[in-house]
T-cell receptor
Framework: GIQVEQSPPDLILQEGANSTLRCNFS?????LQWFHQNPWGQLINLFY???GTKQNGRLSATTVATERYSLLYISSSQTTDSGVYFC????????????FGKGTLLTVNP | DAGITQSPRHKVTETGTPVTLRCHQT?????MYWYRQDPGHGLRLIHY???????DKGEVSDGYSVSRSKTEDFLLTLESATSSQTSVYFC???????????FGPGTRLLVL
């Protein structure tokens, strides 16, 4: 099946700093999503982005499908951005099943 | 998101007992999923449903069964719980193919 690798596995920032999270995948994809899991365990969808660029406030994401990677940018980070960020992909023929990466644990210190 | 509720939210049970977890959604989404989340493994798909009475296996389906008799409900059953099934279980829904997926709040299951 498709492989999904996220980097870095851990990231510690001071409040106000910017960061870039990366997701590499091993095959062409029909669907790519970014999720944030907050410290209380809740999973929130950030972006549905199989290709192109999207922005939502301080967060933006870019997927370059032809080169098999996606980037999540967090600008002016806040303590509430802390948590785990997951990338998930669906490859052709997978019948709408997502495969998740292992995530990036982000800690934003005040 | 998508009005997803899971019940129970917490459960402690003993090895060998049957356990059923319920996922309920109010948005008429076609696809429903059960995942488990364990340290070091991220989220792994157990089973999913692509319509009423239509289900298929995921990556870690052994020891689990599912049923979907109504659009809004997706049940996950552990026929005989084992300690290796101690985990956090998440339900998710998706309106259609290649759409945004939404997650429920999760169920913490401890099998003693």
């Amino acid at each position: 099946g498709i492989q999904v690798e996220q980097s870095p596995p851990d990231l510690i920032l001071q409040e106000g700093a910017n960061s870039t999270l990366r997701c590499n995948f091993s095959d062409s994809v029909n669907n790519l999503q970014w999720f944030h899991q907050n410290p209380w365990g809740q999973l929130i969808n950030l972006f549905y982005i199989p290709s192109g660029t999207k922005q939502n406030g301080r967060l933006s994401a870019t997927t370059v499908a032809t080169e098999r990677y996606s980037l999540l940018y967090i600008s002016s980070s806040q303590t509430t951005d802390s948590g785990v960020y997951f990338c998930a992909v669906e490859s052709g023929g997978s019948n709408y099943k997502l495969t998740f990466g292992k995530g990036t644990l982000l800690t934003v210190n005040p | 998101d998508a009005g997803i509720t899971q019940s129970p939210r917490h459960k402690v049970t003993e090895t060998g007992t049957p356990v059923t977890l319920r996922c309920h959604q109010t948005e008429n989404h076609r696809y429903m999923y059960w995942y488990r989340q364990d340290p070091g493994h991220g989220l792994r798909l157990i089973h999913y449903s692509y319509g009423v009475k239509d289900t298929d296996k995921g990556e870690v389906s052994d020891g689990y069964s599912v049923s979907r008799s109504k659009t809004e409900d997706f049940l996950l059953t552990l026929e005989s719980a084992t300690s290796s099934q101690t985990s956090v279980y998440f339900c998710a829904t998706q309106l259609g193919g290649q759409e945004t997926q939404y997650f429920g709040p999760g169920t913490r299951l401890l099998v003693l």
